[in-house]
């Protein structure tokens, strides 16, 4: 691979300090972005090449570009967190620079090496760190995404294709404490299916998610949840985050990976943290009909749903066309809590990082 480096393009036009800070007291989530976004190209003659850190703009896309008619598109979601002694850190980047090449893969897009990834988060980072809120719970959240821009009209692979990485400050996603969410279980639509896009973080898996999301939102609840595509029976994963289920002889279960879930990062490091405490963690098949009698029962006494914006989310409230139960209390319980504290004290630099899973940012 030929080397190519992040050329420094600073802003001309760079948000005012005060105008930043004044965007930066409660900047929310995806609304406020920074100055700069880096960008890099790749063509079947030159490979990757033109890496620039330069001023966030609009770019110009031709009509007939290829990710328009065909949606060659993948994406990823990180944050870099500012750390109590002011430092910059990173939350296993790696991690998705090895999934951002698996969906580019399934997607037959070229796949941008690892450390090309990496020099791309830490470059606009490092030129945007004021942008990286101060109050407690505050973060940059960072999106890495590749699409065709070939322009052409035909159902191929494209042969050229532009990398963006997007910066937005981010606040703290709960205010006043963790909430728990209630879910509404679809029995009409799938999210993906055995051979499809499921495992692949591409923006089509969340279109497809969104007229079940309006539906759950309609119906007065917070988020969809999904079953597989053949028998509407297993439980799978919500519309953008992993799940897991506790039960009350300590056992906790999440979903398999079997090509239709998104292998999320946040739930393979909750998974790690959880056999760390010596805990017995299944990653087997849940049915709905299993989790709501065992939330009848008493034999699960907690879930939760995790991703990177909100880490981990308690679920209190379950519901589908004919049914509807608690889950525990319906408030956030002791393990959620527990495995929320535990990552995000990792993620902050303020516990111990026995898995090396973060960097600083020199």
């Not at 802003?11 to 406020?32: C, H, K, M, Q, Y």
């Not at 028998?231 to 056992?251: C, K, P, Q, S, Y």
Request: hydrophobic residues 40%; negative net charge.
């Amino acid at each position: 691979m030929r080397a190519v480096s992040f050329a420094i393009e600073p802003n001309p036009s760079p948000v005012a300090v005060e105008e930043r800070s004044a965007r930066l007291v409660d900047p929310g989530f995806g609304r406020v972005f920074t100055d700069h976004m880096a960008t890099m190209r790749w063509s079947e003659a030159q490979g990757w090449h033109d890496g620039r850190i330069s001023a966030r703009q609009p770019f110009q896309i031709d009509p007939a570009s290829a990710v328009l008619h065909y949606a060659q598109e993948i994406f990823e979601g990180l944050k870099a967190y500012r750390l109590d002694d002011g430092a910059l850190a990173l939350f296993r980047p790696e991690a998705n620079a090895r999934r951002f090449q698996r969906s580019a893969r399934r997607m037959a897009m070229p796949e941008l090496p690892e450390e090309l990834f990496l020099s791309s988060i830490r470059a606009l980072v490092r030129t945007d760190a004021d942008w990286v809120p101060a109050q407690d719970g505050g973060s940059l959240y960072l999106r890495p995404f590749l699409i065709a821009s070939e322009v052409f009209l035909g159902v191929k692979p494209a042969s050229e294709y532009l990398y963006v990485v997007l910066a937005s400050s981010a606040g703290s996603y709960w205010k006043g404490g963790t909430r728990a969410v209630s879910l509404w279980v679809s029995h009409d639509y799938s999210r993906a299916a055995i051979g499809g896009t499921g495992e692949a973080k591409c923006g089509g898996n969340y279109a497809a998610s969104l007229v079940a999301q309006q539906e759950a939102i309609r119906r007065g609840y917070d988020q969809v949840v999904f079953l597989d595509a053949a028998e509407r029976r297993w439980i799978e994963e919500l519309g953008g985050m992993n799940i897991f289920f506790v039960f009350a002889d300590g056992t906790i279960r999440t979903p398999p990976l079997t090509g239709t879930i998104l292998p999320g990062i946040t739930r393979d490091s909750i998974l790690q943290l959880l056999r760390d405490e010596g805990l017995r963690v299944e990653e087997a098949p849940y049915a709905i009909d299993d989790w709501r009698a065992d939330a009848q029962s008493g034999r699960v006494t907690e879930s939760f749903a995790c991703g990177t914006a909100a880490v981990v989310t308690p679920i209190g409230q379950v519901a589908g066309p004919d049914y509807a139960f608690t889950v525990g209390s319906g408030a956030t319980g002791q393990v959620t809590q527990r495995i929320l504290d535990r990552l995000t004290a990792i993620q902050r630099g303020r516990a111990p990082d026995p898995h090396g899973w973060l960097q600083r940012i020199a």
